[in-house]
Structure formats: structure tokens, C-alpha cells
């Protein structure tokens, strides 16, 4: 299968590339290259890819391509809130647009990074993908804006499918440390002290970058009426977790250091347990296997390898202080498009 994978140089994308070519798949990434230097260790084999913000794609990036994977996105909730406006415009409108550039040329599936955050506020019961979307963020609402929006382009020939990854954790050749785990991980070994801002109580589900890819890829190759037009949470019940339990991973792993909870940030509106055993009905054989205790002590692994600094810990690793760093330098524009990409103002 040709695929276009958008988002190819991120976190996800760049461990989702070789997997996808490992399956077999000829991959083609599109990225404006926003993180493409944050790189931990080697930089990674990215495979050919379009220099292009997905706001301006056009319908020659899309002939010839049998399925699209989309992750490019604003990724997370500090970001969505610096810039909600942007937010819509890069996560919501350009993925519609996307979809329909990639329906009307002929694009057979279209798999959607959605996020388990779209179900927000939902307390200690396990929500499975019918259960009401209760978005706290623009981000995640950016996110339920394009699963409805999809949903209406579904047809015979074109089947969008959602796949709503839990919080990522792990080891990626381009690393983000503002997800909670890999977060918590540098900071111990920097530091000695894992330091949790809020009182600990949210539940979080985890899930390693490696398992999503590999339900990606199932999903790309599962039969159409087990996916077409369909939610599917992707990790595991193991990894239900509050973060006060993270937290106690983590100092397990990092020799010497402690747990602080400063409560500072009070309590977190996003709590959600989550009920995952739709996606491994529909992609039999599918599992998410990593623990957070094994995620950890990769994590603690990787870093070790790699000599992390507190400088790139805080910047180069840490996406909205990364993109303000860029803007500052100017290497960046206000709408957040690297200069030189087509469509930037420089
Ligand atoms: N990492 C997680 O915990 C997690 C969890 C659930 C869902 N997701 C979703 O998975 C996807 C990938 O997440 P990630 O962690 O790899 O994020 P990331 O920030 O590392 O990667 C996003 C990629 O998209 C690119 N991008 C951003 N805006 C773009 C634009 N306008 N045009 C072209 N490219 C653009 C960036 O350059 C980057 O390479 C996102 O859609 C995210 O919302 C991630």
C-alpha cells in the first residue's frame, strides 16, 4: 500500500514510519518540519516526505495514494490553549480539508489520530468509545470536531477511521518530555525529585508510541467492515493509572530520587478510565504490551545513552516551549509555519 503519513517527523510519526514500512507499506511523510531537530540520540532514516504545512496541501500530494495516516497536529493542551484559534485551524480545518482532498482523489481509508482526552471530565467509571465526549481543552475539542466531521464523508469508498491513542509514553528517536511519563522520567534524573504539579488523583491511560504504531498498521490492513467509520480507544487496561501511581513507577526506576506532589496546580478536570477492548476485537491479535514500569526504565535507559541536558529537557523536548523559542528567533512565523515552508509569511 502507498501511504501518506502526515506528521512524519514527530514523536509518533517517527516511530510509526518504520514500522509502517516494515509492514510492507511504501510510506510517504508530509510535515512542515516544526520539531524535525528534536532529536534524542541518532537522528532517524525519515523516509521522502512533502515539506508542507497540511494547511496547504493540495491534491497532488494525494494521486496515487491508497491510505492516509494523519498525525500532523497541534499535539497537545498548553499548545491548544496558547493559540486556540490556530489550534482550529491546523487540527480541525486543515484535517477536513485533507479528508476531502483524499476522498474526492480516490484514497480508500483515512486512519485519524484522535486522543482518549476527548472523553475529559468523566470521573472513575470505564468509558468505552459510546460514552458521551465531554472535551475540556480546545485541543481535545479540535479532536471531536474532526470525528464528526469525518463521519459525514464516509461512503462506500471512503471509510475515516478514529483512533483515539491514549497519553503516549517511550522512547522516540524525536522525543517530547511534556507527556507525563517521559516528563516525570527526565525530571527525576535531572533532579532526584519526581515532581507532580497536581494532587495526583487524575487517572491517566498510557500507552507506548511502539502500540500505537502497531495498531495503526492493523488498522490500515483490517478488513473494511471491521474499522469503516469507527471509534477505537488504542492501549490498555493495565495502564489505567492516577498519576500519583506514575509518579511511584518512576522513583522505582530513577535510582535515588522522590516522589514530591505539590498539589500546586489542584486538581485536574482530565480524569478518564478507559474500556480497550473494542480495538482488540476488531485487529485480532493486536495488544498493547508495554507497562509503564518497562516504558520507564527504557525511558531511564535512553536518556542515560544519550546524556540529557536540563537545557534540552526544557526546550528542545518540550513542544510549546520549542515553538516559542522558534517564534522568538523568527524561524517561525505567527501562524506557526517554519519560514521557507510553502505558504509561510518569510
Ligand atoms: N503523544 C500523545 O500522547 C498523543 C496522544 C493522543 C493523540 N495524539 C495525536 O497523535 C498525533 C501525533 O502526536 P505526536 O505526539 O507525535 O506530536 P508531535 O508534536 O511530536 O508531532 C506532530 C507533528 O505534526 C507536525 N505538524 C504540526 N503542525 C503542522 C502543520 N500545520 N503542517 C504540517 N505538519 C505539522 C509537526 O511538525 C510534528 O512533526 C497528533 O495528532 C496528536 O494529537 C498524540
Redesign the pocket.
Known sequence: MRVLL??H?????SVMAPVLTGAGHEVVG??????AGCVLGPAPDDPPGHP????DVTADALAGIDAVVH?????NDPLGSLAPELTYD?NHR?SVRLARLARDAGVRRFLY???CSVYGASGSDLVDEDAPLRPVTPYADSKVRVEDDLLTLADDDFSPVFLR?A??FGFSP?L?AD?VLNNLVGHAILSGEVRVLSDGTPWRPLVHAADIAAAFARALTAPREAVHARAFNVGTEQNNVTVAEIAAEVAEAVPGSRVVITGETGGDTRSYRVDFSRVRAALPGYEALWTVKAGAAQLVEAYGRSGLTEEDFRTRFT?LAWLSARRRAGSVDGA?RPRGVVGSDG
Not at 517527523?9 to 510519526?13: C, R, S
Not at 508530509?30 to 520539531?35: A, K, P, R, V
Not at 508542507?52 to 494547511?55: I, T
Open positions: 502526515t506528521g517527523q514527530g514523536y509518533l510519526g508530509l510535515d512542515s518540519g516544526l520539531f508542507v504545512d497540511v494547511r498525525l500532523a497536529a497541534l499535539s491546523v486543515a489520530a484522535s486522543t491513542n497519553t503516549a524525536r517530547r507527556i513542544r506557526l
